[in-house]
């Protein structure tokens, strides 16, 4: 029973990346994945557009929706302003483990709380659950045929608020038709597309940023 390859993306995080340095761990994940093995987080380049739409944000609340190894709950969560709080939710409990692991050498566990299960199930709870009242900002990237289900249960949930932003990944590639479709003729959301490529590739994929009118 060999290692996995997540297991194999924590163990280069732990050898080459200074504990503590968010940067350094999300450099080393990305030469990992350019140089040994190619992994499925949001990557540099969609990465730098992520970092752009949560610092102009700046948000109190967010939600994370599919963890896998914590690379973008790093890039996300190293912006937050002090006393703000990022849920992630994932579904794997491998991919959590490794998660877990991630977020804690990066020095981001106050700022992060990683809960295990599916979505369509915990989203109903966050409120119970965490206190949640509304998010501020959501980041879509877990499984592809889910973004639509979960957007339409945040909104009947009364988990966005007017302002809420939107934002998610592979709409391209893998692609997310339904929500595509939905989102963009819907007169309760403003959305803009960001052109970019796949995670370390040549390949087209984007991002696509909505804004919930209320
Ligand atoms: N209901 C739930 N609740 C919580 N967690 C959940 C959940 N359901 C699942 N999870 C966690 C697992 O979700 C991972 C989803 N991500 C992807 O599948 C993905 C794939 C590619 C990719 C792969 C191969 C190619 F050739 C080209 C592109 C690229 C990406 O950037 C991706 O994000
Ligand atoms: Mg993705």
């Known amino acids: 029973t060999g290692s996995t390859r997540p297991q194999r993306l924590l163990r280069a995080v732990q050898k080459k990346a200074t504990q503590g340095d968010p940067q350094s761990v999300i450099a080393t994940i990305d030469h990992f994945c350019r140089h040994s093995e190619w992994a ?121 608020r007017k302002g809420t932003v939107l934002l998610a990944d592979n709409v391209i590639c893998p692609g997310t038709p339904e929500y595509l479709e939905y989102i963009r003729n819907s007169s309760r959301y403003e959305s803009r597309y960001f052109k970019s490529h796949l995670e370390y590739t040549k390949v087209e994929d984007g991002l696509e940023k909505s804004v919930f009118l209320g």
């Not at 896998?68 to 790093?74: D, K």
């Open 40 to 160: 499925m987080n949001v990557g540099d380049e969609k990465g730098s557009i992520l970092d752009s739409v949560v610092t102009e944000l700046n948000p109190s609340s967010a939600l994370e929706l599919g963890t896998y190894c914590g690379y973008s709950t790093v890039r996300i969560a190293r912006l937050l302003p002090p006393g703000s709080k990022l849920i992630t939710l994932e579904f794997n409990p491998a991919y959590a483990a490794v998660a877990r692991q991630v977020i804690a050498w990066a020095g981001l566990n106050d700022k992060v709380q990683l809960v295990e299960g599916p979505s369509g199930d915990l989203i109903p709870q966050m409120k119970e659950l965490f206190g949640v009242q509304t998010f501020d900002f959501v980041f879509l990237d877990h499984w592809k045929d889910r973004y639509l289900p979960d957007t339409k249960l945040l909104e009947e949930c009364g988990l966005l």
